[in-house]
Every structure is written in structure tokens, then in C-alpha cells.
């Protein structure tokens, strides 16, 4: 096989998520480099693959990087895990790749498992943009700070967020983001405990009250965008989709105005005909209402 780091996503709980691709490469590379050697012994135990194991983690990454580079440099792939899912998400992992790229060496990257496209796709948020945030700050006024900064914004807003700041990190967001938004809380992703609770943050806390075991585990938590941002936002779309269909043929029109704006294009043709048959006695300029 080439020589190059292979950025490999592994479980977040069930062994059977990860990839047979992943599995090829993980008994094939030299050495894997891991953020926990000892739980990734496991998993690799548990397919029956024997390779050197070398620790990186986010105390050593900048300094075991060049061994890392120093292996790869010789003809040896290396390949790299944290504990699951996807390395440099919210874990280690991109210092490595960095330096990696900037020595002139390849980095493959072996798709897989991810906590955060896992809870998206099972929360049900429609809006057609996502905002990762990923862990808040442990620190309460940096933590309000942060969601004081994203809270008028119109996108969806994924957190990862530890069991023991859970309670206090809902409290926060029904204070900053305001109490009606709906919350998807995603708990324990593939493993045996997964759930998934959506409701509006001003009942978060009582849901967690109601069993000590709903605030224990991992935990992604899958808040909506600023009501009126979100309005604004679907006022613009079809403000460009009007004018461009003054233009343009349908299809056309509509491919331009979800490419500018990112809003869908399924929402877009529906609108577009409706618009089309209307267009005649449509103001030609689109503006505001001030």
C-alpha cells in the first residue's frame, strides 16, 4: 500500500460501524498511532488484528507528529485513530495532519462513523445549513459568551457536550437562546443507552430530572436556528429565486438561487411555480418592506 497517513474513523460504540475499508487498512499500515492505545487494543483484538501501536494524543500530538512523519518519510503508511469516530472532530488530530501535509506527504482520509452526522441524521432539523460548534466552554460566562455569539444566527447549532456539564449547559441555553427552541438531545449514539429526545429547551431540564440515567454517557445536543434569522433567510430565497426567474428558465433559476442562498431546492421549484405564473404582475425590483 502507498505510504501516507490514513485518517481513519472508527466506531463510536457498536464495532460492527466500522468500514471494511477501515478494516484493510488497519491490518496492512505499519503502526497505528492512537489517542488511547489501550481502547483501541480492543477493537483491534476484537478483528483479530496484530500492529504497532503508538500513543498520540492531544499532550503529545505536536512532538509524536514527527515520528508520525519520520515513518511515513521511509515508505511506511501509518494510520491514525482517536477513541471513535472521526479523528479531528472535536478530537486530536488535526495538528498531525498538518504537519504531515506540510512535510509533502499524502493523507488519505477513510471515511466512517461520526457522532455528528449520526445525530443529525436522526434529529429531524430541516433547516438546509448546520453550524458545528462542538464542546462549549467549561467556564459559565465563557459558555453564555459562546451561545450570546451564535444565538441570533439561522442555522441549526451542534454541540458535543459531557455528562457532568449537561444540566448546567441546557440551563444556559434556555437563558441565551431563548426557552421556545426546540433541542434534540442525542444520547449515547449506536451504543446500548441510545436515545434521542427532542422538545423545546424550557423542558430539557424536567426531562433529565425524570431519571438520573438520561444525564449519563455522550452526548450531542442539536438546537434550531433564531426564528426570525430563519424568516429572513427564506425572504432572501425567494427574493433571488424572483429575480433570477425574470431571466432564466425555470430549472435554471432555481439551481442558481439554492446555490446562492443554500436553501433547498425541492422548497425553491415548488415556490418557482408558483412565482412563474405570477411573475406578470410582480413589481420588477425585489426590496424590503421599509
Same mark, same amino acid.
Given at each position: 500500500? /502507498?505510504?501516507?497517513?490514513?485518517?481513519?474513523?472508527?466506531?463510536?460504540?457498536? %464495532?460492527?460501524?466500522?468500514?471494511?475499508?477501515?478494516?484493510?487498512? @488497519?491490518?496492512?499500515?505499519?503502526? !497505528?498511532?492512537?489517542?488511547?492505545?489501550?481502547?483501541?487494543?480492543? &477493537?483491534?483484538?476484537?478483528?483479530?488484528?496484530?500492529?504497532? +501501536?503508538?500513543?498520540?494524543?492531544?499532550? $503529545?500530538?505536536?512532538?509524536?507528529?514527527? =515520528?508520525?512523519?519520520?515513518?511515513?518519510?521511509?515508505?511506511?503508511? !501509518?494510520?491514525?485513530?482517536?477513541?471513535?469516530?472521526?479523528?479531528?472532530?472535536? /478530537?486530536?488530530?488535526?495538528?498531525?495532519?498538518?504537519?504531515?501535509?506540510?512535510?509533502? @506527504?499524502?493523507?488519505?482520509?477513510?471515511?466512517?462513523?461520526?457522532?455528528?452526522?449520526?445525530?443529525?441524521? *436522526?434529529?429531524?432539523?430541516?433547516?438546509?445549513?448546520?453550524?458545528?460548534?462542538?464542546? @462549549?466552554?467549561? $467556564?459559565?460566562? *465563557?459558555?453564555?459568551?459562546?451561545?450570546?455569539?451564535?444565538?441570533?444566527?439561522?442555522?441549526? +447549532?451542534?454541540?458535543? =457536550?459531557?455528562?457532568?456539564? %449537561?444540566?448546567?449547559? &441546557?440551563?444556559?441555553?434556555?437563558?441565551? +437562546?431563548?426557552?421556545?427552541? !426546540?433541542?434534540?438531545?442525542?444520547?449515547?449514539?449506536?451504543?446500548?443507552?441510545?436515545?434521542?429526545?427532542?422538545?423545546?429547551?424550557?423542558?430539557?431540564?424536567?426531562?433529565?430530572?425524570?431519571?438520573?440515567?438520561?444525564?449519563?454517557?455522550?452526548?450531542? @445536543?442539536? !438546537?434550531?436556528?433564531? *426564528?426570525?434569522?430563519?424568516?429572513?433567510?427564506?425572504?432572501?430565497?425567494?427574493?433571488? &429565486? =424572483?429575480? &433570477?426567474?425574470?431571466?432564466?428558465?425555470?430549472?435554471?433559476?432555481?439551481?442558481?438561487?439554492?446555490?446562492?442562498?443554500?436553501?433547498?431546492?425541492?422548497?425553491?421549484?415548488?415556490?418557482? %411555480?408558483?412565482?412563474?405564473?405570477?411573475?406578470?404582475?410582480? /413589481?420588477?425590483?425585489?426590496?424590503?418592506?421599509?
Amino acid at each position: 500500500m /502507498d505510504a501516507a497517513l490514513y485518517v481513519v474513523a472508527t466506531p463510536l460504540g457498536n %464495532l460492527r460501524d466500522i468500514t471494511l475499508r477501515a478494516l484493510d487498512i @488497519l491490518a496492512s499500515v505499519d503502526a !497505528v498511532a492512537a489517542e488511547d492505545t489501550r481502547r483501541t487494543r480492543q &477493537l483491534l483484538s476484537h478483528y483479530t488484528i496484530r500492529v504497532r +501501536l503508538v500513543a498520540l494524543h492531544e499532550r $503529545n500530538e505536536q512532538q509524536t507528529a514527527g =515520528e508520525i512523519i519520520r515513518l511515513v518519510s521511509a515508505g511506511k503508511p !501509518v494510520a491514525y485513530v482517536t477513541d471513535a469516530g472521526t479523528p479531528a472532530i472535536s /478530537d486530536p488530530g488535526a495538528l498531525l495532519v498538518s504537519r504531515v501535509r506540510e512535510a509533502g @506527504l499524502r493523507v488519505i482520509p477513510i471515511p466512517g462513523p461520526s457522532a455528528l452526522t449520526a445525530a443529525l441524521s *436522526a434529529a429531524g432539523m430541516s433547516a438546509p445549513h448546520f453550524l458545528f460548534f462542538g464542546f @462549549l466552554p467549561s $467556564n459559565a460566562r *465563557a459558555r453564555r459568551a459562546s451561545l450570546s455569539a451564535v444565538s441570533s444566527l439561522p442555522y441549526t +447549532l451542534v454541540f458535543f =457536550e459531557a455528562p457532568h456539564r %449537561l444540566l448546567r449547559t &441546557l440551563e444556559d441555553m434556555a437563558q441565551t +437562546l431563548g426557552p421556545d427552541r !426546540v433541542i434534540v438531545i442525542a444520547r449515547e449514539i449506536t451504543k446500548v443507552f441510545e436515545s434521542f429526545q427532542r422538545c423545546k429547551l424550557a423542558q430539557a431540564r424536567a426531562w433529565l430530572a425524570e431519571d438520573v440515567n438520561r444525564a449519563r454517557g455522550e452526548f450531542v @445536543l442539536i !438546537v434550531e436556528g433564531a *426564528a426570525q434569522a430563519r424568516e429572513q433567510s427564506v425572504a432572501q430565497a425567494e427574493c433571488t &429565486l =424572483e429575480i &433570477l426567474l425574470r431571466e432564466l428558465p425555470l430549472r435554471q433559476a432555481v439551481h442558481l438561487a439554492a446555490a446562492i442562498t443554500g436553501a433547498k431546492k425541492n422548497a425553491l421549484y415548488d415556490r418557482a %411555480l408558483e412565482l412563474k405564473t405570477a411573475l406578470a404582475g410582480l /413589481d420588477p425590483r425585489c426590496s424590503d418592506s421599509r
